[in-house]
């Protein structure tokens, strides 16, 4: 009987060490862990403080593309004269408009597609006599006048023509019209 509780003993002590090894590892793993998941929230701190910058200086550079944008767009229109009228060729239709109606402000943005071009930061097609050329189908550019001088453009144009007129108003970068043609 002595032997037996020796050796259960032992046994016991044996389990014992090993449970005490299996706590020692589960600890280190746990310190392990948690070590990289505090280097992991530095680094994720670091990268937010970073796009952080990144952003402010984003909004930084772009306020001050705006005031530059602002700025020349005012000197360039002090430039034009009032009257002038440019001739703008689509395939087979022919528009000659007045320059302040190309460069109307009713497109919702201070720098359309007609800004540029007449601002001299885009450069399209023209025959040096204020005749433009559009490989466009301009069918339906006579909305995107109406819309440039405040007046009514329709919405229940048929489905093949509303698409058109839509994708007319993002070329020509009058997101007023698209949001007019589709307000959701």
Do not use: C
């Not at 003993?9 to 090894?21: D, I, P, T, V, W």
């Not at 746990?30 to 701190?45: D, H, I, T």
């Not at 048929?158 to 307000?183: A, I, Y």
């Amino acid at each position: 009987l002595k032997g037996e509780v020796v050796s259960l003993r032992e046994e016991l002590e044996g389990q014992k060490q090993e449970m005490n090894a299996m706590f020692e590892a589960t600890r280190t793993l746990q310190e392990n862990v948690l070590g990289v998941l505090q280097r992991s929230v530095e680094k994720v701190k670091e990268l937010e403080d970073k796009v952080n910058d990144a952003m402010n200086n984003a909004r930084k550079t772009l306020t001050e593309e705006k005031e530059e944008w602002v700025a020349s767009g005012k000197k360039f229109e002090s430039l034009l004269p009032k009257g002038r009228r440019v001739t703008l060729q689509f395939f087979q239709n022919r528009f000659v408009v007045q320059m302040s109606t190309l460069l109307s402000k009713h497109g919702g943005r201070q720098h359309s597609f007609f800004q540029k071009v007449f601002g001299g930061r885009l450069e399209i097609e023209h025959d040096g006599n204020d005749v433009y050329y559009f490989n466009r189908d301009g069918h339906l550019f006579h909305y995107v006048l109406n819309f440039l001088e405040g007046l009514f453009v329709p919405t229940n144009l048929p489905p093949h023509e509303l698409e058109h007129l839509k994708r007319d108003s993002v070329f020509f970068e009058l997101w007023g019209l698209l949001l007019h043609l589709d307000p959701e």
